[in-house]
Every structure is written in structure tokens, then in C-alpha cells.
């Protein structure tokens, strides 16, 4: 089982930025999905989460409204799309799976390597 992420980079505050995540080597619709992020000296935190039972969606307070989920069965692929980014949304953003909607990373037994998003003031 593979995750690779993409589309990570450097913005402005207030642009927007699409990460994709591309997974390979499992039944890809049959797991619930997930970005993480991580900043410097923080706890990795979940940042948005849907399930694949029903479609069901968890999105941290700070990112509501402005971030959404999505997946593309088809092209075995999640997306985050992240609108009106601010400066505190910067970290490393991980991409996961796993059999259950959850919001602890306890409950993801795959994981991408990680892809940078900074956000400058």
C-alpha cells in the first residue's frame, strides 16, 4: 500500500491550493480517507476526514468552510482543496487511510510521506 502526495507549494494569504493524493496497491474505495497536518513543535491534528460507508465528512473547526474533501475512485485519488489560506494553516500535509471515519491517526494504518504547504502573510 502506497500513498503519494502532490500539489503542495508556496502561497500568498488568502490564495488557494489543491493537494492530491494518489494511492496505489489496495482496493482504494473500500477505506475511509484523510488529511493530517503537521506544524513545527505541534501534535499532528486531522484536518479533514471522509468516509467511504457513506460519505461522510470530519473537518477540524479552523478549516470549515474553507477546505473540502473529495475522491475520485476512479483515478484511485483524494484531494484537499484549500481555499482562502491563511498563514496559520501552514505545515506538513499527510494523506491516510484506513477501515474507519476517526479523527486520530491512530485509526489510519497507511500514510503518504508528507508534502509542504506554506502560507505567507
Known amino acids: 500500500v502506497q500513498l503519494v502526495e502532490f500539489g503542495g507549494g508556496l502561497v500568498q494569504a488568502g490564495e488557494s491550493l489543491r493537494l492530491s493524493c494518489v494511492a496505489s496497491g489496495y482496493a482504494f474505495d473500500v477505506y475511509t480517507v484523510a488529511w493530517f497536518r503537521q506544524s513545527p513543535g505541534k501534535e499532528r491534528e486531522a484536518v479533514a476526514c471522509?468516509?467511504?460507508?457513506?460519505?461522510?465528512?470530519y473537518y477540524t473547526d479552523s478549516v470549515k468552510g474553507r477546505f473540502t474533501i473529495s475522491r475520485d475512485n476512479a483515478k484511485n485519488t483524494v484531494y484537499l482543496q484549500m481555499n482562502s489560506l491563511k498563514p496559520e494553516d501552514t505545515a506538513v500535509y499527510y494523506c491516510a487511510a484506513g477501515p474507519l471515519l476517526a479523527s486520530t491517526q491512530d485509526k489510519y494504518a497507511y500514510w503518504g510521506q508528507g508534502t509542504q504547504v506554506t502560507v505567507s502573510s
Open positions: 471522509l468516509s467511504y460507508r457513506d460519505g461522510s465528512t
